[in-house]
């Protein structure tokens, strides 16, 4: 498998509490994994792990066979390794085309080779026009996003993660208060990513659009992998089974 | 509408910069009584502290209580190197000041932008004690409780900025280049970025921008322009001590900064021609004029957020959008009969 992201023995405690323990997995290149597992599995802490939001007490991150566990977040950020967040970030004194427009200045230019996908070819007012469209959030260009719905907030924060050029992209909750349409349109636009050479790791908790739309799943509980492997695997596991169903005794 | 009653913006700052130049001619062609000169001089050596100051408070939203300490380390360098140790000539000795300033604030940011919110504000406020109690005890450099007296005033060759009205013009010049090295890095990329920092921090790592450089630098840059407003201070007082560099005189920034306006150039400029004309009027009140003072503090902070220049700001706005809906009112409407 060619792997651009390889995690290995990420730990992390915070007082008596141990967050993540040594988790190792690979995510393999143009693919889209899921992390999914119960609330306070340890998803979140594992995201900010690797995108340096935190730091690791122990364990490896590499992108591109490139070590990011010393970097700084924004380097890693600027290395393409990207991500969204459970709770929707975007500046709030910004419009929606600023917002990817300083994301796109601060990135750096696009370089990454072997990406198709929509925002990545031009000067920056192309860029951004072309992810706006690609979004349909060309009506909400202006807008503050404060005065936009769930969906087109969500969608901006996608928009302004993409604007980085990543070649990896870690969307945390992206599905939180969509109903099952408006996860399958955002899946829509993820998949057209993925065909255009992104690599996406999906973190959410919810089994059923996961097992749908995910390639490959690892399974979080209580900060430490539970289970791995495809959709059917995943559901056939008797440990996972247990966690969702709650027969774990 | 109100766009349309309005210069482009590279016409407002020219226009903009150009009153300001006039203000500070005027000021110093038709104010000839020397009281008015020595305040003027103390609110345009507080300003040129308190505009830098704006940039790391009011843009990146970190509120520093030390910044007394930095205004006392540039007084110090002069009057050390000046007179207490050596005898330069001021000149010389302030890029030393400047750049003594520059290492022991970027040192210390390591240290404080480990922290965020109060917690940042407590380490800022532990400096500026730290540096005061420095400037009292290191009596080798200092002169200890007792301060250090009989500092220069500067001059350029024959020309001694020795009168109030001639140290007007070095504290007007240096001023101007204070306001608009501001001004120029607020409206561009260190802008944008300061205020991604105040928004939310976090995401603009994520986004790729070295958080921390630029708030280094900003750190520098206010803490640079403190310790040049004190060499000004130190040069126009001929003496100094300690008790000019306390807790409060960071506390007085602050209080420039929340009643002026945070966010913006102007407010804290405005912030502290307030407060120097207040503190005249109610001079006479005694132990009331701190509470008047404070009452005022509060009343802004409640009532007007964006501070003093908010206010003005918004009545502007006001009288503008009335401007406009009169003009639109009179304006024969389309298809109307003749």
Redesign the interface.
């Known amino acids: 498998m060619d792997a651009i992201l390889q995690i290995e023995n990420l730990s992390k405690r915070f007082g008596g509490v141990e967050a993540v323990k040594a988790v190792s997995f690979d995510v393999p290149r143009g693919g889209l994994v899921g992390l999914i597992g119960p609330n306070g599995a340890g998803k979140t802490t594992f995201v900010n792990l690797v995108t340096k939001h935190d730091s690791p007490d122990t364990g490896t991150v590499m992108l591109d066979a490139k070590p990011m566990h010393n970097l700084p977040s924004f380097k890693v950020a600027r290395a393409g390794l990207a991500r969204t967040y459970q709770k929707n970030r975007l500046f709030f004194e910004e419009s929606v085309a600023e917002n990817l427009r300083t994301a796109m200045i601060w990135g750096g230019a696009a370089k990454h080779e072997g990406l198709r996908y929509p925002g990545l070819q031009g000067r920056e007012e192309e860029r951004t026009k072309e992810l706006l469209d690609f979004f349909a959030l060309t009506p909400q260009r202006d807008s503050l996003p404060s005065g936009l719905s769930h969906l087109h907030r969500r969608r901006a924060e996608v928009a302004q993660a993409l604007a980085l050029a990543p070649k990896l992209l870690m969307l945390d909750e992206p599905f939180a208060g969509f109903s099952r349409d408006e996860a399958f349109d955002l899946i829509e636009h993820l998949r057209a990513c993925q065909k255009g050479g992104l690599t996406m790791l999906l973190i959410d908790h919810n089994m059923e659009v996961m097992m749908e739309v995910c390639e490959y799943l690892y399974v979080m509980h209580h900060g430490a992998l539970l289970a791995a492997g495809t959709p059917n695997e995943v559901r056939a596991n008797q440990d996972v089974i247990n966690v969702y169903l709650g027969a774990e005794t | 509408m109100i766009e349309r009653l309005l210069p482009s913006s590279t016409a407002r700052a020219i226009i903009g910069w150009l009153i300001v130049a006039a203000i500070l001619v005027l000021l110093w062609a038709l104010v000839g009584n020397n009281y008015h000169l020595r305040l003027l001089i103390s609110a345009g050596t507080a300003m040129i502290a308190v505009i830098p100051f704006g940039l790391l408070m009011g843009h990146m939203g970190y509120m520093a209580m030390g910044q007394g300490g930095f205004v006392g380390v540039g007084a110090y360098v002069i009057g050390c190197f000046t007179v207490q140790r050596f005898e330069l000539d001021f000149w010389a000795v302030l890029p030393v000041s400047i750049i003594i300033t520059a290492v022991l604030a970027y040192g210390f940011s390591f240290l404080l932008f480990r922290l965020r919110g109060y917690h940042f504000s407590i380490g800022t406020l532990a400096l500026g004690q730290l540096l005061y109690l420095a400037f009292d005890s290191w009596e080798w450099v200092t002169g200890g409780p007792h301060g250090t007296s009989g500092i220069p005033r500067p001059a350029i060759g024959e020309y001694v900025f020795g009168t109030n009205s001639r140290f007007f013009i070095l504290v007007a010049v240096i001023l101007f280049i204070s306001a608009f090295s501001s001004w120029w890095l607020a409206r561009g ?1 260190v802008g ?1 970025a300061l ?2 920092i105040r ?2 921090e ?11 450089r630029y708030k280094q630098f900003i750190f520098v840059f206010a803490a640079v322009w403190a310790g040049v407003s004190g060499a000004l201070y130190a040069a126009m007082q001929i003496s100094i001590d300690p008790s000019s560099f306390t807790i409060w005189s960071s506390f007085q920034q602050v209080i420039y900064v929340i009643i002026g306006g945070t966010g913006t150039l102007l407010g804290p400029a405005i912030g502290v021609i307030f407060i120097t004309f207040l503190d005249q009027l109610i001079a006479d009140f005694g132990v009331w004029n701190q509470l008047i003072l404070g009452s005022l503090i509060v009343i802004t902070v409640l009532f007007f957020r964006g501070g003093l220049w908010g206010g003005i700001r918004m009545l502007a706005r006001l009288a503008l959008n009335a401007v406009g809906l009169a003009r639109a009112a009179k304006a024969p409407r389309p298809g109307a009969a003749e």
């Open positions: 990329q944008r205020s991604a928004q939310d976090d995401l603009a790592a994520a986004r790729g921008l070295n958080v921390l």
